[in-house]
């Protein structure tokens, strides 16, 4: 399930350099090298449970109380079928990202605050959780447009793709200032105290 979920998000970088090259070509050498560890990640079987598709469309809210014996729940994680071991900077990049596609192309204003929420409830992470959870969050935003590219505004694709190019870019960098005041802060914004 790992191998087929890396080829399916991490193989696509080729892809999307060949599809957006005035944007991507000149970091064929940093995608190349990020998608050489992120294997290597992979094929250690080292992490924890991930759920593999961690996205808003997977969660529900409840509207009303739900209890199960004595206990309250207000949110249930769904879909459950690409779910293995791994990092958990997965999962957390891709409901980052998705926040962040319907701000872009559905025009969802509280994109930014359900981010910052959301990092806020996940709580502290470390640099080095923080910024794999950005080169994720970047990754997704240059391969999710070559998924869906006729169904949007060119425009509106490109900027998505610049925008993850650049986070992966000062991720790899570890370039934390670039971040401060951008929709993605709240990535560092927790960070726990070594």
Known sequence: MAEMKYNITYGRLKEAITRFPAILQESIPVFEELAQRLETEMATGEGQLIHGDFDCRNVLISDGPLTVGSCPISLCVIDWELSRIGSIASDVG?????????????????????????????????????????????????????????NYDDHLIEMCVDMGHKIILHAEKQAKPWFRGGVFDSIFCFIESH
């Open 94 to 150: 891709q409901m980052l990202s998705g926040i962040y596609l319907l701000t872009v192309f559905n025009s969802f204003q509280a994109g930014p605050k359900m981010i910052s929420s959301f990092m806020h409830g996940y709580g502290p992470v470390t640099d080095e959780l923080a910024f794999r959870i950005a080169l994720d969050v970047g990754t997704q935003l240059v391969l999710w447009p070559c998924q869906q590219a006729d």
